[in-house]
């Protein structure tokens, strides 16, 4: 569903906070997407008042205390005795009959024990009733409500919360209201930019590890920084493809982009490796005269090459199963999985065909510049 929440200082006017939840709930009813649209701090419910007037209560011998239980027990009763049947012990309560307690005769009616005797609770205290929320939230230690609504199936509520979030009203709301007060997202936006955070720091501890293991392999730096070069190679086929697909850069396909690092990088892995195997062989059955191990610069750049060649085919045909398997959910997904499948298709599309370009390309400017295989 989606949740715009509104938040106030400790102790923030609650009729302001309704105020503005009112007109939070009037924006939401303008998008034709959403119905049932409710707050968390319910329906408002009366609440009566009781203002002592203490000069009077001195005057008459009568105390807070006496006055607090006596409307306790007139309201939610005082237990007297309890009555026992059997193996039953039945508790009896005084209090004031249903039909009294449903006004403010009730009140009226009440006496209390004063120095010369009773009297009656009106003479010495008055009532009011008000409204007041049925319950009151706080989050952070701040008084919060928040105003929901379910939306239509297909229909995309972070989208929406964006688009109120961002709009001129909520702006001039912001304005009026005093410092302390917040109108935030919350619900699923809240929960995917929380996990954007923290898929952020993981994206950023797995390229750690993974340059980690790869300068272990090769015994070196460079051909780990030639392989993670496949990494932009892979956005720029996946941000476009979002944007022609009209899907936003949301949890599903920032999942989707990390999937799709660990897919290229092991394609640009797999070409490494059998280029340094065709190299190896060439080597061994060269002159010796070439200034790279023996190997002259255009027997290298045959080498890569022949690798690109050999390897072009099972790359393209492991590419084609895996968007032949991604189809289904970029077609009839739904808009959980459409954007994190389109955004894989195009971006391993797009990676595939640019890593046999530029992988062979910086390998073989690295190592004419070397003068030496890496």
């Not at 009011?128 to 701040?142: G, L, W």
């Not at 080597?283 to 090459?305: F, H």
């Not at 590419?319 to 954007?339: D, I, K, Q, R, S």
């Not at 599309?349 to 530029?358: R, Y």
């Amino acid at each position: 569903p989606v949740v715009i929440r509104l938040s106030g200082p400790g102790f923030a006017d609650l009729y302001q906070m309704q105020s503005v939840a009112t007109e939070l709930t009037s924006l939401l009813k303008t998008e034709p997407e959403t119905w049932d649209i409710n707050d968390s701090w319910g329906a408002a419910t009366y609440q009566v008042s009781v203002d002592i007037d203490e000069e009077r209560s001195k005057l008459a011998g009568v105390s807070n205390s006496q006055i607090a239980q006596i409307l306790n027990a007139y309201y939610s009763g005082q237990k007297l005795t309890t009555f026992r049947e059997g193996d039953h012990q039945i508790p009896i309560y005084f209090r004031l009959r249903q039909n009294l307690r449903d006004d403010l005769s009730g009140l009226t009616a009440a006496h209390v024990e004063g120095a010369s005797g009773k009297i009656p609770i009106s003479s010495v205290a008055s009532f009011s009733t008000h409204r007041v929320p049925a319950k009151i939230e706080r989050r952070d230690m701040n008084r919060t409500i928040e105003i929901r609504s379910q939306v239509e199936t297909g229909a995309m509520g972070n989208e929406i919360v964006k688009r109120i979030l961002g709009s001129a009203e909520v702006a001039g709301i912001l304005e009026k209201l005093p410092p302390g007060y917040r109108i935030e997202a919350g619900g699923a936006l809240e929960e995917s930019q929380d996990a954007s955070v923290q898929m952020l720091t993981s994206f950023s501890m797995s390229i750690l590890l993974i340059t980690l293991l790869l300068v272990i392999q090769y015994n070196g730096i460079i051909k780990p920084i030639i392989i993670l070069t496949t990494l932009p190679l892979a956005l720029i086929g996946a941000l476009p493809g979002l944007y022609f697909t009209d899907n936003p850069i949301g949890f599903m396909p920032q999942l989707g982009i990390l999937s799709l690092f660990g897919i290229v990088l092991n394609t640009g892995i797999i070409f490494i490796e059998f280029a340094d195997t065709l190299i190896q062989e060439r080597m061994s059955k060269s002159s010796g005269v070439g200034p790279i191990g023996g190997l002259t610069v255009p027997e290298l750049r045959q080498c890569l090459i022949d690798a690109g060649k050999l390897r072009m085919l099972p790359i393209f045909l492991t590419t084609a199963t895996t968007v032949g398997g991604l189809l289904p959910l970029a077609l009839a997904g739904g808009p959980l999985w459409e954007g994190m499948a389109w955004c894989m298709i195009y971006g391993l599309l797009v990676a595939t065909l640019l890593t046999l370009f530029v992988v062979p390309a910086l390998y073989a400017i690295v190592i004419e510049w070397a003068k030496r295989p890496l």
